[in-house]
């Protein structure tokens, strides 16, 4: 290991950096401006498709290709609520408001009840316009279906604004549009005692957008405050104990030009992703920060102390970085976009807060010593620094004398957490993601009780012309065989074909040029919803509020149960049918997701321990830290169960999350151990060295880390606080195993390979007296 160390020079790097100040404070500068520039084109993103689904992925191409291109749309609803809101000033009200919409950029269609009167009363008298309150009657009670999704009753009606679907607009069309709908409302002059109230996915996304900019903040302004407590009580033996902060977020900031760089979005995951940069990139500080104080209470000249501490930090920090970034490279296995974008800002960041801490903690650490040199001891020091060293020591001491019920109760619990993992459910709804009391949420809950659930499944049919007598048939059959079949879960089922066969007084034409005359007289908010050319359709079937309900699972075996219901209904030769939707689609995400989190852990694992194994060529050094994070994986599935807790995209990066913050622990006190191990000899003293020595510095930067984690509980977003939870714990128990599993396991693992060498070189020297003895060698020796 030495020899490798020296192979790359660290005492020259040491050197170098201590006699280049300048140089160093100048590329950080110019890298910190070049960031500020680029940070300017970071976009917020909300939970829409692109965040849960690869672009590149065919369940994608089905879904947004040819779903939402041809029928998809965003619906922005105007819930209208009276007495009597069919009354005709209110739909003289509504009239103008449609009128007006319909003239604005980028809607794409307006459905109402005001529409539907104005239109049926041109057709008798060629003038569009709301006539008297009993033609409206009239017209209302001939409408048939059309009026029961837009008026259930008559006290609450909706209008319905059609937008392209967010991949086309930009944020700041899309909100210029939402503007125009408030500033229409007014317009429109509703009567007194009438409300109208916007709601809808737009209207929703929107608001979840703005709330996670104002907030954003506030939580890492909080995350600064509690690590500055943590420092100041947990780091005090220190001189400039708060140093790390601002090398910190130095790193931060390059992260955050890097996102603007490579158009990494900010989503409420991909923010999740700062703190925990913050609380490991503040570790790399801390170990630097806390060995040149080491080697300054020693007395060593500031020169020698800040190379001797590049020495012997800067690689093994290297090696925690290495395995951290492994540990999130798992993420990148992920086929959820946002899991993605995840693991990228948590790989770049690190590498960004260790070249902080590396270059500009050591150059103003140095320089600051230098132009300050401390007394001889510094006051207070031994006191204050060997208090958590003491108590770490203190730890590891009783560990090891109780090693077997230690690693007892560490494996029992690890097992017994392995199994109650299997337990812990998966939120599905990402609606639960967001605060429960956010007006907009409260807004579309208020219009779901009223219209019913808007949950559907939808089945895309391709065929050379869909409006074939034959084929309008089998669509009919089809529906038919579903609310009957699925009448438990099957609240509708519409197509063209309903259309069709309503218009036709309840029959479907023989003849396709009477199939087509109706086709053409249907409105176009019909033909739009359920027809592209004469070659595409789709048959949407409403599951009313079933996903919140039944969970991924449920879902699932839902969704193939209707893939049952088609395979058993085979269509006619030359048709194509193929099950897409929005909840198709988040349940195959949330499957894939929340199953795949044990495979991103073992796939990080697996890549932690080759590349220790690369880096050490010893098994002992591959295994110590990996083993005490396998503990660690399990016990958090006792966390994750006990504490009512649920799998979510952000929590599912567990197994990575533990990887990343635990190995780097056990790292550098294995690093540590070894080097001690090298000076006295004795694992048992080499041991207490290490865990007085650094067991401050480990305590300092993991209470930090966990300080400023509890920030994220203070989030507004249920996903973000969940996750402050989950990686608290996860912080707290990774301390825990270091300071206890893993001290025992380097203790009795160097006492066997101690064993094994002293009984290698017994057999050696046994094979050599019998070589002697007889003059032949045994086995090659």
């Known amino acids: 290991m030495e020899g490798f160390i020296g192979m790359i020079g660290m005492e020259q790097l040491g050197g170098w950096i201590t006699r280049n100040p300048i140089i160093i404070i100048a590329i950080a500068v110019l890298m910190t401006l070049g960031s500020l520039h680029y940070a300017q084109n970071i976009e917020s993103q909300g939970m829409t498709t692109e965040t849960f689904v690869s672009k590149d992925s065919a369940l994608y191409q089905l879904y947004d290709h ?26 003289s009200a509504s009239l103008r408001l449609s009128d007006h919409m319909k003239k604005v950029e980028h809607v794409t269609g307006v459905s109402s009840i005001a529409d539907i009167v104005a239109d049926a009363e041109y057709e008798i008298s060629g003038i569009r316009r709301i006539p008297s309150q009993e033609r409206i009657d009239e017209i209302l009670t001939n409408a048939g279906t059309a009026v029961q999704s837009l008026m259930p009753d008559r006290k609450h009606s909706r209008m319905i604004v059609g937008m392209p679907t967010s991949g086309v607009l930009s944020e700041a069309q899309r909100s210029k549009l939402l503007l125009e709908i408030n500033n229409a ?8 005692g009438y409300s109208t109230i916007v709601t809808g996915d737009p209207s929703f996304q929107a608001s979840i957008t703005a709330l996670m900019n104002s907030s954003n903040g506030s939580i890492l302004a909080l995350c600064g405050v509690l690590m500055v407590v943590a420092l100041l009580l947990f780091f005090r033996h220190v001189r400039w ?40 990139g503040i570790d790399y500080a801390i170990q630097f920060h806390n060995r ?21 930090v800067a690689f093994p920090v290297i090696i925690a970085l290495t395995v951290t970034v492994a540990g999130f490279v798992s993420l990148l296995s992920s086929s959820v976009p946002m899991i993605n974008d995840f693991g990228k800002i948590c790989i770049i960041g690190l590498i960004m807060c260790y070249l902080s801490a590396l270059f500009v903690n050591v150059t103003i650490l140095y320089q600051s010593e230098k132009r ?47 199994y109650a993992d299997t337990l812990v459910p998966i939120e599905t709804d990402s609606k639960n993601y967001i605060p429960q009391d956010l007006a907009p949420l409260i807004d579309l809950k208020h219009m779901k009780n009223i219209y019913g659930g808007t949950d559907s499944i939808n089945f895309l049919i391709q065929a050379d012309d869909v409006t074939d007598p034959e084929n309008l048939r089998w669509i009919d059959d089809f529906e038919s065989y579903l609310l009957t079949a699925r009448e438990d879960r099957t609240q509708a089922t ?52 079933v996903q919140s309900n039944l969970g991924t699972e449920g879902m699932s075996r839902l969704i193939a149960s209707y893939e049952d219901d088609l395979a058993w209904n085979t269509p006619p030769p ?62 958090m599935g006792l966390v994750m169960y006990y504490g009512g807790l649920k799998y979510t995209p952000l929590t599912a990066t567990l197994g990575a999350l533990v990887l990343g913050v635990g190995s780097e622990y056990a790292i550098l006190m294995m690093e540590r151990f070894y080097e ?16 007085n020595r650094i067991g401050s510095a480990l305590m300092a930067s993991g209470m930090t880390v966990i300080f400023g984690f509890a920030a994220l509980i203070a989030s507004p977003f249920n996903i973000i606080s969940n996750f402050g939870v989950v990686t608290v714990m996860s912080v707290v128990l990774a301390l825990f195993t270091t300071f206890t599993v893993f001290v025992v396991l380097a203790i009795r693992m160097e006492i066997q390979r101690e064993v094994f060498e002293n009984a290698k070189q017994d057999l050696k020297k046994a094979i050599s007296l019998i070589n002697n003895k007889s003059g032949r060698k045994i086995n090659g020796y």
Request: net charge negative.
């Open 676 to 691: 001690e191990l090298g000076n006295v000899g004795d694992p048992y003293e080499a041991m207490k060295i290490t865990a």
């Open 185 to 192: 409302l007014d317009f429109a002059e509703f009567p007194a």
């Open 292 to 312: 040149i104080d080491e080697e300054l209470s020693k007395g060593e000249p500031i020169l020698d102390a800040s190379i001797n501490t590049i020495n012997h």
């Open 494 to 545: 519409t197509s063209i074909a309903t259309y069709v066969k309503a218009a036709n007084g309840g029959e479907l034409p023989d003849d396709k040029t009477r199939i087509r005359e109706i086709i053409a007289t249907l409105p176009s908010s019909v033909t739009n919803a359920y027809l592209s050319g004469h070659n595409l359709a789709v048959v949407n079937v409403n599951i009313g509020d």
């Open 66 to 91: 040819l779903y939402q291109e041809n029928f998809g749309s965003d619906g922005n609803m105007i819930l209208i609520e009276g007495d009597d809101v069919a009354k005709a000033e209110v739909l």
């Open 241 to 280: 104990s708060l140093l790390p902060i601002p090398v910190v977020l130095l790193g931060i900031i390059w992260t955050f030009g890097a996102m603007g760089l490579f158009h990494i979005k900010m989503s409420m995951v991909t923010f999740a992703a700062f703190p925990i940069m913050i609380g490991i």
């Open 574 to 635: 030359g048709i194509s049918v193929r099950i897409t939707g929005q909840s198709v689609l988040m349940t195959t995400v949330m499957t894939a997701l929340t199953s795949g989190r044990v495979e991103m852990s073992l796939l990080g694992l697996v890549l932690i321990f080759i590349l220790l194994l690369i880096i050490y060529r010893d098994l002992i050094k591959a295994l110590l830290p990996v083993l005490p994070m396998l503990v660690v994986i399990g016990w």
């Open 372 to 418: 300050s040199p401390r007394k001889k001891k510094m006051e207070g020091h031994s006191e204050d620094g060997s208090s958590f060293g003491a108590i770490v020591q203190k730890m590891a001491t009783y560990s090891i004398e109780k090693w077997k019920p230690v690693l007892a109760v560490a494996l029992i619990f690890a097992l017994a957490g392995n």
